[in-house]
């Protein structure tokens, strides 16, 4: 007599089907920005000198303040969704808004930066 399979309910196989997906999608992204750093790493091994002469100074300061934007962003859109699961209204809209207008912010930044 042969074996009796346990029974996989087809939700269960959906959940098995999109954790897959999701790590090749994970994966595809680790080998692109791996590939984006081996790029860096070779320009900047066969350059003379780092960075090359010419090239513009990097705008630290704005870089570094639209990515505090972005992290509080983030923060405050977490917070929204905290009180969306105490039913709390108030605070869900002042997340949402306080998380729209950070995130204008950001968009305004990255535009001076071009």
Same mark, same amino acid.
Request: glycine share 8%; charged share 15%; net charge positive.
């Given at each position: 007599m042969g074996e009796l399979l346990k029974y996989r309910s087809p939700q269960r196989r959906k959940e098995t089907t999109a954790s897959i997906g999701m790590i090749i999608f +994970? $994966? !595809?992204w680790l080998m692109l920005f791996a590939g984006f750093f081996f790029a860096y790493g070779m320009l900047r091994n066969k350059a003379v000198s780092w960075p090359p002469m010419g090239a513009p100074e990097l705008p630290v300061t704005l870089g570094a303040l639209n990515t505090l934007l972005i992290a509080l962003s !983030?923060? !405050?859109l977490q917070r929204a969704l905290g009180a969306i699961k105490k039913d709390n209204t108030k605070v869900l809209s002042a997340g949402l808004f306080v998380t729209l207008a950070l995130g +204008? $912010?950001?968009t305004v930044l990255q535009v001076c930066l071009l």
């Amino acid at each position: 007599m042969g074996e009796l399979l346990k029974y996989r309910s087809p939700q269960r196989r959906k959940e098995t089907t999109a954790s897959i997906g999701m790590i090749i999608f +994970v $994966a !595809s992204w680790l080998m692109l920005f791996a590939g984006f750093f081996f790029a860096y790493g070779m320009l900047r091994n066969k350059a003379v000198s780092w960075p090359p002469m010419g090239a513009p100074e990097l705008p630290v300061t704005l870089g570094a303040l639209n990515t505090l934007l972005i992290a509080l962003s !983030s923060l !405050s859109l977490q917070r929204a969704l905290g009180a969306i699961k105490k039913d709390n209204t108030k605070v869900l809209s002042a997340g949402l808004f306080v998380t729209l207008a950070l995130g +204008v $912010a950001f968009t305004v930044l990255q535009v001076c930066l071009l």
